[in-house]
């Protein structure tokens, strides 16, 4: 593995073996804020075009405990937005000797590019591209349900879990879909007609327009982000139509399974996607997600780059030569 | 004077074939004055220049990615002797000023024939017609006119410019793309697009249009052409439309003939164009629509962008790809080569078929008389494409590093040899 | 490839080593075994057994990963992580005796020190370890030793344990007889 750019790049032992590792690491990290020396004297540049302080921090915490140098390259506002840029910014980050390039882009592709196009040695790990995907987010979701439904062992074979809300544009529910099948899991897509892709009969999972149809039987809920501006796409009528079909609330989290979960990616809109019971109910693992999310991001970077590189194996054929 | 005598060559039919030029026209090998060059094209296949009515040559405004001069170069390289200048250029070729500056370019290169085709409505703005007599009546003689890059919306204004061309037997080349079902659409919608997170161009935004130009053309009784047909429902509803006697005809391109909206996967941006790639089923839909007629021609949408445009982002990208250089190569293979139709009928389709659809009296035919543009073409040689040895000024193929079928070895203008591959230095210039 | 030790002088060794361990912490109740995997960890049951033999008492195990503090990881493909497992009681001011299978470079011992040095602040540590090969690259000793072997840095010395490999015996291999 020398890139994560999407859950297609995993196998299922691959995605296991990161799983496993972050177990181990979340042991480790329980007590205190510890840190390891693994990735000292390494680089890692979290590339961020869009704005997400969350995924950032997340990454910039799991870099900084393996003690990587963390280069946060924010190219949001600046003059880097179209264009040749990408290939500009890559370019200089390759001078710089980047060890991984955690990229965030509004273009979906743009860390497929990076990669592709070879235009930094570096790892590129993604960290959410357009409407594409978003690998490491999936990989916590699966790591939080694992924990608390399979007791951090093994896949997730037998499991039912909800996919709820705006699944058109959202890339959390890409990779979560690709992972959580890939783990065994059944998937079911809860959306209004108009948020579901053309083609999501090829993706393997259940489709249901109604979340009131399927929640009874699921072991876990996920709600997805549902963007307001939405409605101005004529995506759906109403915020109150929306959260009166789709959204999380009390009655529905009672009619939930006694061991199922809430989660939600975040950030949350409260009142349209997920009430505040739902939100804060016994059930939400939403808090949890945040602290597995450093974990996880720690066990790609392990992975990734803790051990011998394209870049170190490069270097030694040069020593040898 | 130029004068040849072209011997042992074949014709489309495979039947050996002398020809013999003098002052730009085809001549009684008899009729040859005592200078004249003697080339022996055995082992050639000798057939008209082909006819593109769909290039884009940048020049006005984008002289970085392609001029007149350039695209002129790639033409002949590619076998064409006639290319026809799309008007989004800056300014938009909407007055009869920009035509005939474009038809003059062309003519002053000589290496092929340059013609322009104008705006339909002011600016391709889609609200106001332009002066589409003025530009008929102008020295580039305009007969097609299209807002192409653009679609003409607005059924009204689609309405009357359908109506209006009428006065000098006009065409109106309609770009199929419904604006609304394709704000910011990046790819074929399906599947793929799904799965990759880019944001779709559904086949019906082409189709609704196809559909309503077919009954406004019929409703006005005018002609009606639609460009770069892609899906299997827009071949049907053409099918339909010419059964019913509607004045309709349609267009496909080489790559719309080859590729998929699979090679979108890579999210290189070299596959990015539009109308999109679209499905294999499609892809099927428009060998057999061509084959059958439906679809009349084969049109390239040369479409050159420089590199920046290219390397990027897929969504920040430009549409389009190259075509005039490897056009014939791509419709052999994906043609000929699969057994849809011979060579002649191919040729019928990149040379006749547009020739007559244009109205360019000096193309597609071969008899005594007439000017002689034509190509010999090497059918049992193959080429690798490379991107940086191309003549067009930009490099956005899809087919760079491909072995390709079939090479273009000489085109001849009006009778003068504008390309030979053999001698490559020589010519140009 | 020669066999150095078999199941029965493993055994011996493995006793010997658990009555010193005593002597020199005056009993168990302060000490603690850590096992560094994999083998580390089997030895360290095992040692734990004999002194449950040797006092009737439960001494306190644990094992310690130290994957993440090695100096040579990017010499080859990152390693899978194992469990690091502390009693409860933690390592603050206990006798912990860290516990391998082979003493070589020092490298190992050098990388638990440091993984010892987030977890707690323990009284002394202490190494135990069935083979002590030679070749230390580092100033690191061993306090208690099943072994010692001399080799030849081409060689590579092989435990083997019922618990993992089915039988109990430790080879060397490359050595030319
Ligand atoms: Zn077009």
């Known amino acids: ?321 | ?429 | 490839m020669s066999v150095v030790l078999n199941a029965a002088e493993i055994a011996r060794a493995l006793r010997r080593i658990a009555h010193e361990i005593l002597e020199k912490n005056h009993g168990s109740s302060e000490v603690i075994l850590l096992g560094i995997p994999t083998r580390g960890v089997v030895i360290a049951q095992r040692l734990a057994q004999e002194i449950l033999g040797i006092e009737n008492a439960a001494v306190a195990l644990g094992t310690l990963d130290i994957t993440m503090y090695r100096d040579d990881l990017r010499m080859r493909a990152p390693r899978p992580l194992t469990p690091t497992q502390l009693p409860k009681t933690g390592i603050d001011a206990k006798h912990v005796v860290l516990v391998d299978d082979v003493f070589f470079s020092g490298r190992t011992v050098r990388a638990a020190l440091d993984a010892l040095t987030e977890l707690g602040r323990p009284k002394t540590v202490q190494l135990a370890v069935l083979i002590d090969r030679g070749h230390r690259e580092l100033p690191i000793r061993a306090d208690f030793v099943g072994k010692n072997i001399p080799t030849a840095k081409a060689e590579s010395v092989k435990v083997n344990l019922s618990e993992i490999d089915g039988s109990d015996e430790v080879k060397i291999e490359g050595r030319s007889m």
């Open chain 2, 1 to 429: 004077m130029n004068s040849w005598l072209i011997k042992n060559a074949r014709d489309l039919q495979g039947k050996d074939v002398d020809l013999a030029v003098a002052n730009g026209q085809i001549v009684h090998v008899k009729e040859l004055h005592h200078q004249y060059s003697e080339l022996d094209a055995k082992g050639l296949t000798l057939m008209p220049g082909l006819v593109d009515l769909h290039t884009h040559l940048r020049e006005p405004g984008r002289e970085d990615a392609e001029t007149v001069f350039t695209a002129s170069q790639a033409a002949v390289a590619g076998g064409y002797t006639a290319i026809s200048a799309m008007p989004n250029t800056l300014p938009v070729a909407d007055t009869a000023g920009v035509v005939e500056q474009v038809y003059r370019l062309g003519k002053s290169h000589g290496l092929c024939d340059v013609f322009p085709i104008g705006a339909v409505t002011v600016g391709q703005k889609g609200e106001q017609l332009a002066e589409l007599v003025a530009m008929n009546q102008s020295e580039a003689r305009v007969r097609i006119f299209s807002d192409d890059g653009y679609c003409v919306a607005d059924p009204l204004v689609m309405r009357r410019a359908l109506e209006y061309v009428k006065l000098f037997d006009g065409v109106v080349a309609q770009h199929a793309q419904d604006p609304r079902l394709t704000e910011n659409a990046q790819m074929n919608e399906g599947e793929v697009s799904a799965r990759l997170g880019l944001k779709g161009w559904p086949a019906v935004a082409e189709e609704a249009i196809i559909a309503r130009d077919i009954l406004l053309a019929e409703h006005v009784n005018s002609r009606l052409h639609i460009c770069h047909l892609t899906t299997a429902g827009g071949v049907e509803l053409v099918r339909q439309a010419k059964l019913r006697g509607v004045k309709v005809t349609a267009e496909v391109t080489p790559h719309h003939l080859l590729l998929t909206d699979e090679m979108a996967a890579t999210y290189d941006a070299t596959y990015k164009v539009n109308p999109p790639l679209r499905t294999e089923s499609d892809v099927q839909a428009l060998r057999r629509g061509l084959a059958d007629g439906t679809i009349d021609i084969v049109a390239t949408d040369h479409a050159p962008h420089p590199q920046e445009a290219k390397d990027c982002e897929w969504s920040a990208a430009a549409f389009g790809m190259l075509g005039l250089e490897t056009a014939f190569s791509i419709c052999y293979l994906a043609i000929v080569k699969s057994g849809l139709l011979s060579l002649a009928d191919l040729w019928q389709r990149m040379s006749i078929a547009p020739a007559k659809l244009a109205r360019y009296e000096n193309h597609g035919e071969l008899t005594v008389g007439r000017t002689a543009n034509f190509v010999l073409v090497d059918l049992n040689k193959s080429w690798k494409v490379d991107a940086g040895a191309l003549k067009s000024k930009s490099k956005n193929t899809p087919y760079d590093g491909m072995e390709l079928p079939a090479v273009v070895e000489k085109t001849f203008h009006n009778g003068v040899l504008v390309y030979d591959r053999e001698n490559q230095g020589r010519e140009g210039a």
């Open chain 1, 1 to 321: 593995m020398r890139d994560l750019l999407s859950i297609n790049d995993l196998t299922k032992d691959d995605a296991l073996e990161i799983l496993d590792t972050a177990v181990q690491l979340s042991a480790l990290s329980d007590s205190s804020n510890r840190k390891f020396p693994t990735l000292r004297g390494r680089t890692v540049v979290n590339l961020f075009f869009e704005d997400s302080t969350r995924t950032r921090i997340s990454f910039e915490a799991a870099a900084k405990r393996l003690s990587a140098d963390v280069i946060n390259f924010s190219a949001k506002g600046s003059s880097v937005s179209k264009g040749e840029s990408l290939k500009d910014t890559a370019l200089t980050l390759q001078a710089m000797g980047a060890d991984a390039v955690i990229i965030r882009h509004g273009s979906s592709g743009a860390p497929a590019q990076l990669a592709r196009k070879r235009w930094i040695d570096g790892a590129v790990i993604n960290a959410g591209d357009g409407t594409h995907e978003h690998p490491t987010q999936a990989l916590l979701d699966a790591f939080t349900i694992r924990r608390h439904l399979k007791k951090d062992q093994g896949d997730l074979a037998g499991l039912k879990i909800a996919v709820v809300g705006d699944v058109l544009h959202s890339r959390v529910a890409r990779s979560n879909v690709l992972l959580l099948q890939k783990l065994g899991a059944t998937v079911v897509l809860v959306a209004p007609p108009t948020l579901l892709p053309v083609g999501v009969e090829h993706w393997g999972a259940q489709v249901s327009f109604a979340i009131d149809d399927v929640i009874a039987e699921c072991d876990a809920v996920m709600m997805l982000r549902v963007q307001k501006e939405r409605m101005e796409d004529l995506f759906f009528p109403s915020e109150r139509e929306y959260a009166r079909n789709f959204g999380l609330n009390a009655a529905r989290i009672a009619e939930m399974k006694e061991s199922a979960i809430v989660m939600h990616p975040g950030p949350m809109n409260r009142g349209l996607e997920i009430t505040a019971e739902g939100a804060d109910s016994k059930r939400s693992v939403i808090v949890e997600q945040v602290a597995n999310g450093v974990s996880v991001r720690m066990a790609v970077l392990y992975l990734l780059i803790g051990g011998a590189t394209s870049r170190d194996l490069a270097a030694q054929i040069g020593d040898q030569s």
